[in-house]
C-alpha cells in the first residue's frame, strides 16, 4: 500500500529565504507526482506535476524534483513571499487506475 | 476558476436533512471523483466515475450516494448524515482514468452537520 509522508507539519520562514518542501513515498511504481497548494479552507490548486520519467518540472519561483528510486520528491520555492502562505500537499499518482495518494501536507507560514 | 466549479461553497444542514453537492466540468474530461478532506488526514477518495460509470466506491457509508449524469456533472446526495460527516468535499477530473496527466480540483464544498 503507498504511503506518502510530508514532514514537517508546519514550518515557518522570514520572507526572502529560499525552501526546500520534502515528499517521501513508499512504493516507487509510480506514474506520476503532483504537488498542490490549498489555502484555508479552499481546493487545491495545482503547481506542477512530474511523470515519472522526468526529474525535475520549474514553474516561476518554483521547482519540483523526482527521485523515484530513493521514493522522494522536493519543492523548492526561491525568494519565498508571504502570498506563499499555504498548505502544500504532495500526492502520488499509482496504478492501472489512477490511484491518488495524498501525504497530510506541510502548512507554510511565511513573516513578512 | 480551476475549471472545475463546486456548489455550494457552505453547507450547514441537520442529521435528518437530505441535500446535494454538485460538482461541474468544463475541460473535457473522462473522470470525475469525490474526495473527503477531514481536519488533521490525507485526502480520501470517495468515489470514482470514468465516462458516467462509476468504477469505485471506497467504503463509503451508503448515507453518500453519488450520481454522474454526463461526464461534465457529479453529484453527491447527502441524507441522514453524522456530525462526523463534517467536513471539506472536493470534487476533483481528469482526462481519463489511467492517463495519468493530473488532476484538477473543484473549491470545494466546506459541510457542518449539526
Known amino acids: ?112 | 476558476e480551476t475549471g472545475v466549479t463546486q456548489t455550494p461553497r457552505h453547507l450547514v444542514m441537520g442529521m435528518t436533512n437530505k441535500k446535494s453537492l454538485k460538482c461541474e466540468q468544463h475541460l473535457g474530461h473522462n473522470a470525475m471523483y469525490w474526495y473527503k478532506q477531514s481536519a488533521k488526514k490525507p485526502l480520501e477518495l470517495m468515489f470514482v466515475y470514468s465516462l458516467e460509470e462509476r468504477v469505485e466506491n471506497n467504503s463509503v457509508p451508503s448515507r453518500f450516494s453519488p450520481e454522474c449524469p454526463n461526464s461534465s456533472h457529479l453529484f453527491l446526495h447527502l441524507h441522514t448524515l453524522q456530525p462526523e460527516d463534517s467536513a471539506l468535499y472536493l470534487c476533483a477530473s481528469s482526462q481519463d482514468r489511467g492517463a495519468h496527466y493530473g488532476y484538477t480540483f473543484g473549491s470545494g464544498t466546506r459541510l457542518t452537520v449539526v
Open chain 1, 1 to 112: 500500500k503507498q504511503e506518502v509522508t510530508q514532514i514537517p507539519a508546519a514550518l515557518s520562514v522570514p520572507e526572502g529565504e529560499n525552501l526546500v518542501l520534502n515528499c517521501s513515498f513508499t512504493d516507487s511504481a509510480i506514474y506520476n507526482l503532483q504537488w498542490f497548494r490549498q489555502d484555508p479552507g479552499k481546493g487545491l490548486t495545482s503547481l506542477l506535476l512530474i511523470q515519472s520519467s522526468q526529474r525535475e518540472q520549474t514553474s516561476g519561483r518554483l521547482n519540483a524534483s523526482l527521485d523515484k528510486s530513493s521514493g522522494r520528491s522536493t519543492l523548492y520555492i526561491a525568494a519565498s513571499q508571504p502570498g506563499d502562505s499555504a498548505t502544500y500537499l504532495c500526492a502520488v499518482d499509482t496504478g492501472a487506475n489512477s490511484k491518488l495518494t495524498f501525504g497530510k501536507g506541510i502548512t507554510l507560514s511565511v513573516r513578512p
